[in-house]
């Protein structure tokens, strides 16, 4: 259940927010780090959870007749805020050392498009009974972003923790990282790809990603 909500929450770009997100609300003041020219790494997370769930509400039966629609919208959110090239890297580790910035692209690309293909049409099944409180806002050691810590509240159980991790490129926010209870998305990600990545160069593990023989986050 944790990886494939973990999935998720790429598979919905990561969208500042988790596929179930709605009226978003912050909790307390966030301390924060040096924000960047877009505003606050929280208020990003804030702002997007209320664009997003806003409009799979409004749209959600012109999605579900058009899932061409949907992905397209799904990847518009994604490319505005998550850093997809910078997490692969991290993901990669350190099969991706040295490798040309094509190779993490194909690569970041590839799982993506897996995931998204597999779980998009799940952002229409939300609650718009549950919502985001963002906790906090604290740097990252060595100076490497933000962690914007969030729960998602739900009317039948107890919360669930969603952190975020972000950096500050090109003068905006980006998330690079999602943990659900505890759960890093980077980290499931390279401990899943460590083993084929051993033995194929990133392309092909690209291309079995692409001809879905190897699926993002297991079957």
Known sequence: MKLRLTSLALASA????????????????ARTAAPAAQGSASKLVLDS?????????SRRAEFRKNPTALRQY???EFNRVFDR?????????????????SDIKLFADAMADNL?????????????????????????PGGRGVKVASE???SDGEPVPIDYLMRNSGGQWKVFD??????????TFKNQ???????????????DLRKGTLQAGGN
């Not at 910078?86 to 050392?97: D, E």
């Not at 998204?116 to 740097?139: A, C, H, I, Q, W």
């Not at 999602?178 to 980290?187: D, N």
């Not at 790809?193 to 291309?207: E, G, H, N, W, Y």
């Open 116 to 140: 998204m293909s597999r779980y998009g049409s799940s952002l229409l099944d939300f609650n718009s009974k549950l919502r985001v409180r963002v906790k906090s806002e604290t740097p990252l």
């Open 14 to 29: 990561l969208l500042a927010g988790a596929p179930v997100l709605a009226q978003a609300q912050a909790a307390q003041p």
């Open 178 to 187: 999602v943990m659900i209870e505890g759960i890093s998305y980077v980290q």
């Open 49 to 57: 959870s209320s664009r997003i769930i806003g409009t799979l509400e």
């Open 85 to 101: 090239d910078y997490a692969a890297r991290l993901v990669l580790g350190v099969h991706g050392r040295g490798a040309p910035d």
């Open 74 to 76: 799904v990847d518009t």
């Open 193 to 207: 790809f460590d083993a084929p990545l051993r033995t194929k160069s990133i392309a092909q593990v690209a291309a």
């Open 152 to 154: 998602l509240l739900r």
